[in-house]
């Protein structure tokens, strides 16, 4: 088991035909992914590494029955893939592009919620899950192996360090799922736990989180809930208020966002937290003993 | 990007705000005219900065006579690092009462949500928030007069102005969604007269949206250096300490600020090279920490789709055309490592592979830390 992806799920690529959607989806079917299609307008009826190119979402569902899509478009043009796969029957998609306007991310959010589909990003390295062998994202393949950690990340690289370390250690990853960057994005902490908390597979979790905004605070409230053990690492305690760190949703306005309430709330609800990338697989290690 | 108050001020008016009588002045001589045009006026730094006042960035002047003696006062001053070069002279306002109200984005709730309170004219943050109205508004719905006018009672506005903060709230979500903004504030919105006046303005423009509004001016904020690696590309935030720093992605280049903080060394700079950076921008970015004269520099890389060979490849170009005069301490692990450390240490660079003992290397190599 895992949450959002099963084997055999059927996957689009929207934007297949350029550098990153081909490369990426090549990775994808590499690592096990059932990619069924890709789109790409005017180049229907191509092939790219032999997955079939249709011109339109709505074809490329027709013909494949895929409910599943991950978008590789340029920022600027990712509401309209965003609204054409999800009122082409798309419920589950994965927004990999950066700099995409914060209106434009309420109004896929709020379409999505509408529709009871579900938005991993935008601005994110997608979702993986080793036990079922499939993934819908960016991330290295060979870094990840079967298991029972529950990994939900807002950053890429630095869930890749930690996923890493947790496979050298032994500990295997049940799902690993990159929130994304951006101040408005698809996923809340809460909801990925909520997952978590459902998923059989699943028997502790990382949380990797970082300055900005108050989706750890939240976490934290749900903690109690969530009945199985939680790591937590956040980084940003080095950052100055009022600067943006390389992601968008990174930083401290206004007072709020700061690493030390994101910290002390997640130790009060019970979550283990560490202050160090690699202290946090032994902490795991040792919570699932 | 955020917006100089004048420009704020131009946008609310064109939307129908009220705003006081007033314009940009640059020279003193030009404030003396201000107000022979306008009558006595509060002068006002245009800097990217909260608390003008209390640092001396906004003074009064009655006459024209006195205006450019004031006016000198300000312009050229030095306003919590930014140089005043312009100011805006505003007619000076008989303020009865001080509101504040703002439109802006809640990430958790993931909608918009107005902001209002009684208590005007202090920063929203030193507020308490009791005396905070929020109300969060549905994208697909939108704002009628009716929504601010029910703030308004809740803030014990009389009817008059209740009916003004309905209209006025229903311009600045129109505002809020047309200029793409992250914030729209007018603080204080001023009662005068018993109608509402806009005092003060900030209103900051979501920087991925910036592709619909290119008739905006651009308002440039940051250090030299910092200007100079946007331009690349990356994202770079100029710090006090003096180890410089590159990592791969947003989350890492934080996590190996913390890291050096940890083991007792002083970051100079934030710099995400990108989650897979090629030869080139590597080298680009490396020669800029080169370029701030640090007392070391830390690279630190996880190899996902980023290469190990492609990151030491572009450190020995750096090497090899401009020079790299202080120690230099690089971290490498995952895709073709191997390969990548080869390559650096038979060009006498040394690598690591675990992030804490590359940490303490370089912070031991600064000459800092336990």
Not at chain 1, 66 to 95: C, Q
Not at chain 2, 278 to 296: C, R
Request: hydrophobic content about 45%; aromatic content about 6%.
């Amino acid at each position: 088991m895992a949450i959002y992806l099963h084997r055999g799920q059927k996957i689009l690529v929207q934007g297949i035909t350029g550098r990153q959607g081909t490369f990426h989806a090549q990775q994808m079917r590499a690592f096990g992914a059932n990619v069924v299609g890709g789109t790409s307008p005017g180049k229907g009826g191509t092939l790219v590494d032999g997955v079939p190119v249709f011109d339109t979402v709505r074809e490329a569902v027709g013909e494949t029955g895929a409910t599943a899509s991950i978008v590789f478009v340029p920022g600027p043009y990712t509401k309209d893939a965003a609204f054409e796969a999800l009122e082409n029957g798309i419920r589950l998609l994965v927004l990999i592009p950066e700099h995409v306007p914060v209106a434009d991310s309420i109004d896929i959010v709020t379409r999505a919620q509408d529709l009871g589909a579900d938005v991993v990003g935008p601005n994110t390295f997608g979702v993986i899950s080793p036990g079922e062998g499939t993934k819908m994202g960016i991330m290295p393949n060979h870094i990840y192996r079967p298991g029972a950690v529950g990994v939900v990340a807002r950053s890429g690289t630095l869930s890749y360090e930690i996923a890493y370390q947790l496979t050298n250690a032994g500990l295997g990853q049940s799902t690993v799922v990159g929130m994304g960057g951006d101040p408005v994005v698809g996923g809340t902490f809460v909801s990925v736990l909520q997952r978590f908390r459902e998923d059989a597979a699943t028997r502790a979790v990382v949380l990797v989180g970082e300055i900005g905004g108050s989706a750890e605070e939240e976490a934290a409230d749900y903690l109690s809930t969530l009945g199985k053990p939680v790591v937590a690492y956040l980084a940003g305690r080095a950052a100055p208020a009022g600067k943006r760190m390389g992601h968008a949703g990174a930083i401290i306005e206004r007072g709020r966002g700061t690493l030390e309430s994101k910290e002390r709330a997640l130790s009060q609800a019970g979550a283990r937290v560490v202050t160090v990338p690699w202290d946090v697989a032994p902490a795991v290690a040792e919570v699932l003993r | 990007m955020k917006l100089y108050e004048y420009l704020a001020k131009q946008i609310l008016a064109e939307a129908g705000v009220p705003i006081p009588p007033g314009r940009v002045v640059d020279t003193p001589e030009d404030a003396a005219a201000a107000v022979r045009e306008i009558g006595p006026v509060a002068l006002k730094a245009q800097v990217l900065v909260g608390g003008r006042g209390k640092a001396g960035g906004i003074k009064f002047a009655e006459t024209a006579d006195e205006a450019p003696q004031v006016a000198k006062q300000i312009l050229g001053m030095d306003l919590k690092g930014y140089r005043v070069d312009r100011l805006y002279a505003e007619g000076k306002l008989a303020i009865e009462r001080e509101i504040y109200v703002s439109v802006t984005t809640d990430r958790s709730r993931r909608c918009p949500l107005v902001m209002a309170s009684a208590h005007g004219g202090v920063e929203i943050e030193d507020v308490e928030d009791r005396h905070i109205v929020r109300r969060h508004v549905d994208p697909r719905v939108g704002v009628l007069p009716y929504f601010g006018k029910e703030m308004a009672y809740a803030l014990d506005l009389t009817a008059g102005l209740a009916r003004e903060f309905g209209d006025l709230v229903e311009k600045l979500y129109h505002i809020y969604r047309q200029y793409d903004a992250e914030l729209v504030e007018i603080n204080p919105l001023a009662v005068v007269d018993d109608h509402l006046v806009a005092a003060d303005a900030r209103l900051n423009v979501d920087d991925s949206a910036l592709f619909r509004h290119r008739a905006l001016p651009v308002v440039e904020e940051g250090t030299p250096t910092e200007h100079k690696v946007s331009e690349i590309g990356l994202a770079f935030v100029e710090l006090d300490g003096d180890i410089a720093i590159m990592a791969n992605g947003a989350g890492m280049a934080m996590a190996t600020l913390d890291t050096i903080q940890h083991f007792g060394g002083r970051p100079a700079n934030f710099l995400d090279a990108g989650g897979g950076a090629s030869v080139e921008p590597t080298a680009q970015a490396l020669a800029v920490l080169v370029g701030m004269h640090p007392k070391a520099i830390f690279v630190n890389i996880f190899g996902g789709i980023t290469r190990c060979d492609d990151v030491a490849k572009a450190i020995i170009q750096v090497k090899n055309t401009d020079g790299i005069p202080v120690p230099l301490v690089v971290r490498l692990t995952g895709t073709n490592e191997k390969e990548g450390v080869a390559l650096l240490e038979h060009e006498g660079i040394s690598a690591y592979s675990e992030m804490d003992k590359a940490a303490q290397q370089v912070v031991a190599l600064a000459g800092e830390g336990r």
